[in-house]
T-cell receptor, first 114, second 111 residues
Framework: GAGVSQSPSNKVTEKGKDVELRCDPI?????LYWYRQSLGQGLEFLIY????????KSGLPSDRFSAERTGGSVSTLTIQRTQQEDSAVYLC????????????FGPGTRLTVT | AQTVTQSQPEMSVQEAETVTLSCTYD???????LFWYKQPPSRQMILVIR??????QNATENRFSVNFQKAAKSFSLKISDSQLGDAAMYFC????????FGAGTRLTVKP
């Protein structure tokens, strides 16, 4: 079956512009996760959705970051007024059992802010 | 805050040999989960093995096994009979209502 997909796979944007990153989870997966992976670093947890709700948004690095999920499926991570330090790979994952169980990851979106 | 430490940025192993990747973590919780994920150059994170903290028995998945020492907060990964396809970044992760990853260990497998 289809895995987690993310689009675009690569995005280059100018500093100060807004970007939207999209995640399509595996069909039927109720939990969806966003992570950021900076060059040579591990993954930094950003936000988690159970259905359309995000119980904890404290992982978002600044108020320029927001995320939403509609219809219990697709999620969008939006970064406003991008900064060079936002350059990273943004990974999305999903599962049907929530925390404590295997997360299925997408291939990520590589964001470069020039 | 929970932190995960992988003290080996890079490791190398000869094909068919055994290698152990180290991971320690810091937590005040008693119930949690631990994972090892593999990230090949394709960037796709793949689960290698999972351990539930309340289980004393070490998890095993084919050539992959862990040494879970709860009191020492240590969770090392042993890869036996290493194969060329095992070459990747390996991330240790701690989970208790959020997920904390270590910085990763890059494993090279020499033919």
């Amino acid at each position: 079956g289809a895995g987690v997909s993310q689009s675009p796979s690569n995005k280059v944007t100018e500093k100060g512009k807004d970007v939207e990153l999209r995640c399509d989870p595996i069909s039927g997966h109720t939990a969806l996760y966003w992570y950021r992976q900076s060059l040579g670093q591990g993954l930094e947890f950003l936000i988690y959705f159970q259905g359309n709700s995000a119980p904890d948004k404290s992982g978002l690095p600044s108020d320029r970051f927001s995320a939403e999920r509609t219809g219990g499926s697709v999620s969008t991570l939006t970064i406003q007024r991008t900064q060079q330090e936002d350059s990273a790979v943004y990974l999305c994952a999903s599962n049907s059992r929530g925390w404590g169980y295997e997360q299925y990851f997408g291939p990520g979106t590589r964001l470069t802010v020039t | 805050a929970q932190t995960v430490t992988q003290s080996q940025p890079e490791m190398s192993v000869q094909e068919a040999e055994t290698v152990t990747l180290s991971c320690t973590y810091d937590t005040s919780e008693s119930d949690y989960y631990l994972f090892w994920y593999k990230q090949p150059p394709s960037r796709q994170m793949i689960l290698v093995i999972r351990q539930e903290a309340y289980k004393q028995q070490n998890a095993t998945e084919n050539r992959f096994s862990v040494n879970f020492q709860k009191a020492a907060k240590s969770f090392s990964l042993k890869i036996s009979d290493s194969q060329l396809g095992d070459a990747a970044m390996y991330f240790c992760a701690y989970n208790n209502n959020d997920m904390r990853f270590g910085a990763g260990t890059r494993l090279t497998v020499k033919p």
